[in-house]
């Protein structure tokens, strides 16, 4: 995902530990609480930053439809929820019109006694037609709960701010 974009998305699934509780013990009470989220994130990238010659802007949507389930422990508060995310995102050059989709499918678990998250899946996948793939970011990535830093990184990683720039340039 964009670099700002995933740290949104850490963030806002890290933000969830504030909405079940902050601390947590490890034993597990009961079944599972099930619920469903839905977001759009609407943005602009300012693709002049990353080259000259790029005078337009990636006008981006992207859209979250969350199904997960959340593990309390005897007192209510969270231990661990899983998370399937589908995520669609529509960019479009703000000079030529160009646009360009991304559909993509992937799990996050949230570790509230560990303090991380972990992605699972394709979490950016675009194509060009013409070009074939343009964005990758898929495999098995972790973060740090609290900052949004990565402590593990798996898989293909091209999906930062320039990377969509260049997806959509002339």
């Not at 949104?8 to 099930?34: Q, Y």
């Not at 303090?115 to 495999?139: D, E, F, H, K, Y």
Request: glycine share 8%; net charge negative; hydrophobic share 40%.
């Amino acid at each position: 995902m964009r670099r700002l974009v995933m740290r949104r998305l850490v963030a806002a699934l890290a933000g969830t530990v504030l909405t079940w509780g902050i601390a947590a013990s490890p034993a597990v009470a009961a079944a599972p609480e099930r619920y469903t989220d839905h977001f759009e994130e609407t943005d602009t990238i300012d693709c002049s930053e990353f080259d000259p010659a790029w005078t337009f802007n990636d006008d981006f949507v992207d859209v979250f439809d969350i199904r997960g389930q959340v593990w309390l422990n005897d007192a209510g508060q969270p231990v661990r929820a899983l998370e399937h995310i589908v995520h669609r995102s529509t960019d479009v050059n703000s000079v030529t019109g160009l646009t360009l989709h991304e559909h993509n499918h992937f799990s996050v678990q949230i570790d509230f006694i560990g303090g991380t998250v972990t992605v699972n899946g394709a979490i950016n996948i675009m194509q060009r037609p013409g070009v074939g793939s343009v964005i990758l970011n898929a495999g098995h990535k972790v973060f740090d709960s609290e900052t949004g830093l990565p402590l593990v990184l798996k898989g293909p990683d091209r999906a930062d701010d320039e990377d969509f720039c260049r997806a959509l340039a002339p």
